[in-house]
């Protein structure tokens, strides 16, 4: 459970970084009112999970849905687990 939440904070961190700058006159104005119009939007349908209980050492996953509800591409890099 701490790896899939390490993940989670981990995956949130990376967009509020990998912000895309606006380009253009009328995008630079709307970057000025939002630094984030125009860039990609990150989106979890489900941002947690309870697992069952499981035996020790037995190998549990869950995978978790990201959306990216903006315009421009979502990137995302840097995810380790611990």
């Not at 949130?12 to 630094?35: C, D, R, S």
């Not at 990150?42 to 978790?64: C, M, N, R, W």
Request: glycine residues 8%; hydrophobic residues 50%; contains cysteine.
């Amino acid at each position: 459970m701490r790896r899939i939440m390490l993940i989670f904070a981990c995956i949130v961190l990376l967009f509020a970084q990998n912000a895309v700058a606006a380009e253009g006159a009328g995008k630079q104005e709307a970057a000025a009112k939002n630094p984030f119009a125009g860039g990609p939007s990150v989106f979890f349908p489900s941002t947690s999970y309870k697992f069952d209980q499981v035996l020790e050492g037995a190998k549990i996953e869950h995978a978790f849905v990201v959306e990216n509800r903006g315009k421009a591409p979502l990137r995302i890099g840097r995810v380790r687990p611990d």
